[in-house]
C-alpha cells in the first residue's frame, strides 16, 4: 500500500462519520514498511523529509518543508463518492484507473463491492494492488511481449485475474507462446489465462485499432481473441484523450456521446459476427465528470477525477473547488517583475495551461499566476484578471505581485495544471483533514 512513512502515528483523528468511503479509509492504519514494492528510503532521503525536520502529526502547513505535496482528504473522498454515485445514476460499471494517484488509500476509495475492477499503468502498481487484495486489474497500456510472463507471475502469485490490452495480432501470438511454454514447465504448475480487451481508436488516435478505417482488421482482431486459449476476449475499450484538448463543456459532452455511439456500433457489429462483446469500455475524466449519460455502453474508466486539476477546470469537468491537490511552496524572493517560490518543474511538472500558458495558480488567488519554472523554482506574477473559476487569459498583463501580499516566507498553495505528473514528482503526499496534516502517504513507483 502507500508507505505510511517515519514517526509511529497514533491515529489522533477525529472520529467523525464521514460515510462509506471514510469508514473504508480509517481500517487502512497497518505497517506497509516491509511492503516488497516499496524501497526503504535512505538516510539521505529522510532528511529532506518531514521525519528528519522533527515533525510530529497532526501538525500544521507552516511546519511541512517545501515544496510539498498536499491531498485533501475530504476533496477526494468526495470526487470519488460523486464518480461512484453518476455511474450508477447511468447505469454502468466503473473500472477506475489507479495512475494518477498510485496509491492503496485512494483505490479504496474508488471502488466499492460492485466496481467492475480497477485499471493500473505499470507492473509495479498491479503488482502492489493485486498484493493488496484488488481481484480484476487491467494493465491499461498495449502489451509488449517482455510484460506478459511478470503478468503471469502476479496473477499466479496473487490469485488476482490480470488483464491486458491487445491492439496487435502479434500480441496474440505472444500470449499463444508464453501459454504453451507455461504448459510444458516442471512443477504441474497450471497455465495462467489472461483477459483481454481489445483496445480501439475511436477518436484520439494515440492507441489501438481505428474502427473507422481498418474495420475488417478490428473484426479480424476481436475474432482472434475470441478463438484464443491464452486469453480470454472480455471486451472492447476506448480512451477519449483528445477531451483534453477541448475547451467547453459542450465540446466534452459531444466528444463522449461520438465515443459512446462508436464504441458500442462496433460491439454489436461484432455480436453479429458471431462474436460475444460482453463489455464496452469508454472515457476519460473530462467525459465522465462532464456528460451525465454513456449510452450503448456497459462501463467507464475515469482516472484524474481523484485529484482533478485546473486541466480538468478548463474543459468543465470540475471547478476549482473540486481540486484536491495543491503544492505547497514558499516564497523565497522578490523581484522587480516577480516573486520566486520554491516550486520549480520537479514539483508542479512542465504541463503548462492551454487556458493562460501558466503552470499554476496560487489557490484563493486566481490573480496569482506561476508564469514560468525552472528546476527548483517557479515565477509568481500579478495578472489582475484572475476570474471565478480561476482561469486566466492567454496575453493578460502581468506583473510583479503586491510584496504586502506575499513577504518573503510566505506560504503559498498552488492549483497544479495537470495533478498525474504533479503527484509524480512526490515522494510523500502530506494529507490535509481540515487544517492539519494528520498522515503521510507514500506511493506506489516504477515502471
Known amino acids: 500500500m502507500a508507505k505510511r512513512v517515519g514517526l509511529s502515528l497514533n491515529r489522533v483523528l477525529r472520529a467523525v462519520p464521514r460515510g462509506l468511503i471514510s ?134 502469485a496473487s490469485g488476482a485475474q490480470i488483464n491486458v490490452m491487445v491492439d496487435n495480432p502479434q500480441q496474440v501470438e505472444w500470449a499463444a507462446e508464453l501459454f504453451a511454454t507455461q504448459s510444458k514447465g516442471e512443477g504441474g504448475s497450471k497455465s495462467i489465462v489472461l483477459g483481454a480487451f481489445m483496445k480501439i481508436d475511436s477518436g484520439y488516435h494515440r492507441a489501438g485499432v481505428d474502427i473507422f478505417k ?63 462483446c460482453p463489455t464496452i469500455s469508454v472515457g476519460s475524466t473530462p467525459t465522465c465528470g462532464a456528460a451525465a449519460a454513456f449510452p450503448g455502453v456497459t462501463e467507464i474508466h475515469p482516472g484524474n477525477y481523484v485529484f482533478f486539476d485546473r ?67 517557479g515565477k509568481i506574477v500579478a495578472t489582475g484578471t484572475g476570474s471565478a473559476d480561476g482561469n486566466l487569459k492567454v496575453g493578460a498583463k502581468r506583473a510583479r505581485p503586491p510584496e504586502a501580499d506575499l513577504p518573503l516566507g510566505s506560504l503559498v498553495r498552488i492549483l497544479p495544471n495537470h495533478s498525474c505528473l504533479t503527484a509524480a514528482c512526490h515522494p510523500l503526499y502530506y494529507i490535509l483533514r481540515g487544517d492539519k496534516i494528520v498522515d503521510v502517504w507514500r506511493p506506489c513507483r516504477g515502471f
Open 311 to 377: 486541466q480538468q477546470s478548463g474543459t468543465g469537468a470540475c471547478s476549482h473547488g473540486d481540486i484536491a491537490v495543491t503544492v505547497l511552496s514558499r516564497v523565497i524572493g522578490h523581484y522587480n517583475d516577480h516573486f520566486l517560490c520554491d516550486a520549480g518543474s520537479l514539483a508542479m511538472s512542465k504541463d503548462s495551461a492551454p487556458q493562460d500558458g501558466g503552470f499554476g495558480t496560487v489557490q484563493g488567488r486566481p490573480d496569482l499566476l506561476l508564469a514560468a519554472v525552472s528546476q527548483e523554482s
Open 23 to 156: 469508514r473504508t479509509v480509517s481500517t487502512l492504519s497497518r505497517n506497509p514498511t516491509t511492503h516488497p514494492s516499496f524501497p526503504k528510503m535512505s538516510e539521505g532521503e529522510s532528511l529532506l523529509t518531514w521525519t528528519g525536520a522533527g515533525v510530529k502529526l497532526p501538525c500544521s502547513l507552516s511546519d511541512l518543508p517545501t515544496p510539498a505535496l498536499i491531498v485533501d482528504e475530504d476533496v477526494v473522498i468526495r470526487n470519488c463518492e460523486a464518480m461512484i454515485s453518476k455511474a450508477k445514476a447511468a447505469g454502468v460499471k466503473l473500472r477506475p484507473h489507479m495512475k494518477t494517484h498510485k496509491t492503496i488509500e485512494i483505490g479504496k476509495m474508488q471502488v466499492r463491492e460492485e466496481a467492475a475492477g480497477i485499471m493500473a499503468s505499470t507492473l509495479p502498481e498491479v503488482k502492489l494492488f493485486a498484493e493488496s487484495g484488488f481481484k480484476d486489474i487491467t494493465y491499461g497500456v498495449p502489451v509488449a511481449a517482455a510484460k506478459l510472463k511478470p503478468l503471469c507471475e502476479i496473477a499466479r
Open 214 to 276: 481498418d474495420r475488417p482488421a478490428a473484426i479480424d482482431l476481436a475474432r482472434a481473441l475470441h478463438n484464443s486459449s491464452a486469453l480470454t476476449f472480455l471486451g472492447v475499450y476506448s480512451h477519449s484523450g483528445h477531451s483534453y484538448n477541448a475547451r467547453t463543456r459542450e465540446a466534452v459532452v459531444k466528444i463522449n456521446d461520438d465515443e459512446c455511439e462508436a464504441a458500442a456500433a462496433f460491439a454489436k457489429e461484432l455480436e453479429a459476427a458471431g462474436i460475444p
